[in-house]
Nanobody, 120 residues
Framework: QVQLVESGGGSVETGGSLTLSCVAS?????MAWFRQAPGKEREGVAS????????RYADSVRGRFTVSRDNGANTLTLQMNSLKAEDTAMYYC????????????????WGQGTQVTVTS
């Protein structure tokens, strides 16, 4: 069992930045960030494997978001720059995937989420 706790969400203006953090209760080989806006399906944003450092990004965030891990602290961080209104969503941390991709069905453990709101 892995408990995940997210933090760092909030409200920011278009073009601004936010940093999300996720602390896991123990080591997980692959961790990821997902998001879900009202009325939309949950989508993968970014993932990172601790085994090989491989990262994956959704096309919509590539070049603006950066995912990183501190394996010693079991922490996954998402640096979000140049935020757009369409980035507004609840952001969830996930763990427990062997493949480390961006498919929600591959992940076993989920945090409660942190809200990100981008205003114009």
């Amino acid at each position: 069992q892995v408990q995940l706790v997210e933090s760092g969400g909030g409200s920011v203006e278009t073009g601004g930045s936010l940093t999300l953090s996720c602390v896991a209760s123990r080591y997980a080989s692959a961790m990821a960030w997902f998001r879900q806006a009202p009325g939309k399906e949950r989508e993968g944003v970014a993932s990172m494997s601790s085994r090989n450092g491989l990262t994956r990004y959704a096309d919509s965030v590539r070049g603006r978001f950066t995912v990183s891990r501190d394996n010693g602290a079991n922490t996954l961080t998402l640096q979000m720059n140049s935020l757009k209104a369409e980035d507004t969503a609840m952001y969830y941390c996930a763990a427990g995937s062997y493949s480390g991709g961006l498919m929600a069905a591959d992940y076993i453990y989920w945090g409660q989420g942190t809200q990100v709101t981008v205003t114009s």
